[in-house]
């Protein structure tokens, strides 16, 4: 999203922070090599969000144009959290991709209700 010209703000719980900030830095000196102008290149900044956080969701400044997500409807107890969260990241423009294999039908229809 970045290499579209997107502000990208990158989010995960502090224990994992270190690792998403290894991937961003990888990414981003691979979009800087191959894009030269790097003009059209918009930004990618890594920042801690506990999904229910309150605190952490004002600091990553919503609402977002879009929130991704991928992989992160896993386990029943975090559902409320997340989808609390997606719901103050939004604005009424926002459009929400989450990408996630459902473990069954009915954890898969609590999760978007
Ligand atoms: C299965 S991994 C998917 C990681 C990545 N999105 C991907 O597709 O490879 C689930 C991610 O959700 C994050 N996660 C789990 N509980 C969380 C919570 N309460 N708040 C924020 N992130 C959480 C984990 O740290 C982990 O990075």
Redesign the pocket.
């Known amino acids: 999203m970045a290499l579209l010209g997107g502000d990208v703000t990158t989010?995960?719980?502090a224990?994992?922070l270190p690792l998403?900030m290894r991937n961003v830095e990888r990414n981003r000196s691979w979009i800087s090599q191959s894009n030269p102008d790097s003009d059209s290149v918009g930004s990618i900044t890594v920042a801690e969000?506990?999904?229910?956080?309150k605190e952490h969701i004002k600091a990553v400044e919503p609402p977002f144009d879009y929130i991704v997500?991928?992989?992160?409807v896993?386990?029943e107890h975090?559902l409320q959290?997340?989808m609390e969260?997606i719901t103050a990241l939004s604005g009424p423009k926002t459009k929400i991709l989450v990408a996630s294999v459902p473990l069954s039908r009915d954890y898969f229809c609590k999760a978007v209700v």
Do not use: A, F, H, R
């Not at 997500?69 to 992160?72: A, H, R, Y």
């Open positions: 989010t995960d719980q224990e994992v998403l969000l506990d999904w229910g956080n997500g991928t992989d992160v896993y386990s975090l959290p997340l969260t």
